[in-house]
């Protein structure tokens, strides 16, 4: 079992940054792959950013590429995104996600946050 809780949201203008934390709980943080989804009012989730175990393999939705970074650190049970240059089109409740690897689909990760919103304003 993992347990994950969102922190860093908020309000920023254009242009600007913001990082996401998603501190999880359980021994097997280490070993698994994690992901960040957002959502938009009216829309469904979508693929942010993922990473491997080790933080060695990334992949990146192409809206966000160049812009968003997404990191962890294992030895603090922690995974980042630091979302620069930020557009209002990036305003959505952001999700992090715990699976087994690097996927773009919802149904890859079966551990959730709670979430955490970003607004964006012009």
């Known amino acids: 079992q993992v347990q994950l809780v969102e922190s860093g949201g908020g309000l920023v203008q254009a242009g600007g940054s913001l990082r996401l934390s998603c501190a999880a709980s359980?021994?097997?943080?280490?070993?698994?792959?994690m992901g960040w989804f957002r959502q938009a009012p009216g829309k469904e989730r979508e693929f942010v950013a993922a990473?491997?175990?080790?933080?060695?393999?990334?992949d990146y939705a192409d809206s966000v590429k160049g812009r968003f970074t997404i990191s962890r650190d294992n030895a603090k049970n922690t995974v980042y995104l630091q979302m620069n240059s930020l557009k209002p089109e990036d305003t959505a409740v952001y999700y992090c996600a715990a699976g087994f690897g690097i996927v773009r689909t919802t149904r890859g990760y079966p551990y959730w946050g709670q979430g955490t919103q970003v607004t964006v304003s012009s």
């Open positions: 990473t491997n175990w080790s933080g060695g393999s990334t």
């Open positions: 359980g021994r097997t943080f280490s070993t698994r792959a």
